[in-house]
């Protein structure tokens, strides 16, 4: 009986083993893992990729950091991120990763105020106050000077925030800790922090959910979301003292600054003066060196021409998705990035 | 010569039997002590995940108050406070239903289509997604508690502590609730019979004969009810608020550590954070394990009276 059991496992392990080696050997499939806010968009792109070219491409969506790990472990081509490599992740995987962008997304300031009055005026200020718990109310002087001529409710102010570790609250709350010393010693910037005020929902739409059914709620969801749902959105004052109403061009807007070359930078609080402060990137991730775990020189070049067409036709699905394609800058920086990917330290492209 | 050949044969029939036997019995040995592994497995990989948040932290992780990724101060009092008390207060909800529906099916109304349609709601119950729990809680029950919150003059948030333990109580009750109606159903009729021989009413059979024979069995329904309640996650955890300070009234939002493991799981990026979720699994088996141990103890105390 025993030897039956173990020489079943065995089997087993073989067939998986085989299994899993034929993947990773089947040059028609590269493997990636990763955000799930570019999942919609990466959905699209890889079909059309695949009609073209035969090419297939398996993205799982399990969130950033899962994509991430995976690239670490090794177990895929390509991870992607709504946030760069933190310093504990670089020291992980020890050895040096390219960050390509590819597309940005921006988090919107959704509110429920009884009345018509879609894209009330916020400043960065209020934004951070009300989210530390300071401004209680909707009737504060500081909402009113700025928002004349709304009628602005007298309710005292729920706040809704994500419960879940999302890039979306990363990109929020990095921006918050630009615009509010007190937020960036007190909270800091992360996928998941210790909020000093308000209820959490789970995912974009729990936060939502939170904030239709409270009169007086506000929260932050994905400008995706709040595009596909309808919801109401203020319109924040950036850098330049411009009020800005989120949208796919004012959003792509704020990528179209002076990137550092490795293109890791959070475009929030960005110096466009027209760009949506609460924007950012997505990133690819890859290896820089290509050859590891004996992988084949014509996998590597399909990752990197995959990775291409991502960043110039691949581009063209973004804005019917509401995502904001890449600025000029972004795009040159992404282009000199992925030339400088190796095999054996020769460059791919 | 014939006879000993059918002796012989006799025997091998019976040594082919006997080996049937032993290797159905060993068998049986063997998957039952996988459980017994897999159970110390999981235990061990538990132990052996949480030892960075162990030696980061120490026993403070367990009464610490401050739940902070960023700064890497992990604080699982308020989720552990979280959970004891969405599970009590929703088992203390779902008692009286749970008890009445196993009293009615058990022993007023055991047969009939009217019985059969109860028992086969009740079991439904328990067969819907919590997922769905969740959502119909968001939408209708949340709206509810908040009206309720008004009148009490209470912050009217909607969600918390109260509304997850009404949602947790619907869903433990038909654990309860059949495990008691067999219970019941249980009771040797010469016993009932000799109570209303004697002049009892219904009600006082049911008080002094039906439930002292099966209270053992009702609490075993209890606990795995408690059981249930304790690690219930995706209902919970959209409609109790979310919020790692400690709740001041059971209208406040809360948080259970379920919930949390839920919510950060997949975006945990750093070691000590990761190892801090799988920590708060450590706690939430540990708990379960205690109260399963006080729950047996206090049956067996039961059946020996």
């Not at chain 1, 995912?203 to 239709?212: F, I, Q, T």
């Amino acid at each position: 009986m025993k030897q039956n059991l173990a020489a079943t496992s065995i089997a087993v392990i073989a067939l998986t083993g085989v299994h899993t080696k034929v993947v990773a050997q089947d040059d028609k499939t590269i493997l990636g893992a990763g955000s799930s806010f570019i999942n919609p968009l990466f959905s699209k792109m890889f079909a059309e990729y695949n009609t073209k070219t035969g090419i297939q491409v398996n993205y799982q969506s399990i969130g950033s950091g899962g994509g991430i790990l995976q690239l670490t472990n090794k177990t895929v081509d390509f991870g992607a991120s709504d946030g760069p490599l933190n310093d504990e992740q670089t020291a992980k995987i020890g050895v040096p990763v390219l960050h390509i962008t590819q597309a940005s997304g921006a988090v919107v300031i959704t509110y429920n105020l009884p009345g018509n009055n879609n894209n009330i005026a916020l400043t960065p200020d209020i934004i951070a106050e009300i989210f530390l718990g300071k401004i209680t109310t909707w009737n504060d002087p500081r909402i009113i000077a700025i928002n004349k001529g709304v009628s602005i409710p007298a309710l005292p102010i729920l706040v809704a925030h994500r419960s879940d570790g999302s890039g979306t609250t990363n990109i929020f709350t990095n921006y918050l800790s630009k615009v509010s010393p007190e937020w960036k010693t007190k909270v800091g910037s992360g996928g998941a922090v210790n909020w000093p005020a308000g209820l959490g929902g789970k995912g974009n739409e729990g936060v939502a959910g939170l904030v239709k059914q409270t009169p007086g709620a506000i929260g932050y969801v994905e400008l995706i979301y709040a595009l596909q749902n309808k919801l109401d959105y203020a319109k924040i004052q950036n850098k330049k003292g411009k009020f800005i109403v989120p949208s796919i061009a004012s959003v792509t807007a704020a990528g179209n600054v002076t990137l550092p070359p490795d293109s890791k930078m959070f475009i929030t609080d960005s110096d466009a003066p027209d760009g949506y402060p609460l924007s950012g990137f997505t990133w690819v991730l890859i290896y820089k060196e290509q050859n590891y775990n004996g992988r084949s020189q014509d996998r590597a070049t399909k990752l990197l021409k995959l990775l291409w067409w991502n960043i110039h036709e691949g581009q063209a699905f973004t804005q019917p998705l509401n995502y904001a394609p890449l600025s000029k800058e972004a795009l040159a920086v992404a282009e000199k990035i992925l030339k400088s990917a190796t095999y054996n330290g020769k460059p791919i492209l | 010569m014939e006879t000993t050949l059918a002796i012989t044969k006799a025997n091998k029939v019976s040594n082919g039997k006997i080996r049937a036997e032993s290797i159905f019995k060993r068998s049986l040995v063997v998957i039952g002590m996988s459980m017994v592994v897999l159970v110390l497995g999981v235990l061990l990989t538990l132990i052996i995940e949480s030892i960075p948040s162990i030696k980061s932290l120490g026993l403070k992780y367990l009464w610490g108050r401050t739940w902070d990724p960023i700064n890497n101060v992990y604080g699982a009092f308020p989720f552990l406070l979280g959970t004891l008390l969405t599970s009590f207060l929703a088992l203390i909800i779902s008692i009286p239903f749970s008890f009445a529906i196993a009293i009615y099916l058990g022993e007023y109304n055991p047969k009939g289509w009217l019985s059969n349609f109860l028992k086969n709601a009740v079991e439904l119950i328990a067969a819907v997604p919590s997922v769905i729990y969740g959502f119909w809680g968001l939408l209708v029950l949340v709206p509810l508690v908040r009206s309720l919150e008004t009148k009490l003059g209470v912050l009217p948030y909607g969600i918390g502590i109260f509304t997850a333990s009404l949602i947790l109580a619907i869903m433990i009750i038909p654990y309860a609730a059949s495990l008691g109606r067999e219970m019941i159903r249980l009771v040797p009729s010469p016993l009932k019979e000799g109570a209303y021989s004697l002049g009892a009413t219904r009600y006082e059979v049911i008080r002094s004969v039906v439930l002292p024979y099966t209270k053992s069995g009702l609490f075993a329904g209890i606990l795995l009810s408690l059981g249930r309640a304790l690690g219930e996650t995706m209902a919970v955890t959209m409609v109790i608020g979310n919020t790692s300070m400690i709740p001041t009234s059971i209208f406040a939002p809360g948080n259970t550590m379920a919930s949390v493991i839920a919510n950060e799981f997949t975006e945990a990026d750093h070691t000590v954070y990761l190892s801090a979720l799988i920590e708060l699994g450590l706690v939430l088996f540990l708990v379960t394990v205690v109260i399963n141990m006080i729950g047996k103890r206090i049956i067996k105390k039961f059946t020996n009276e």
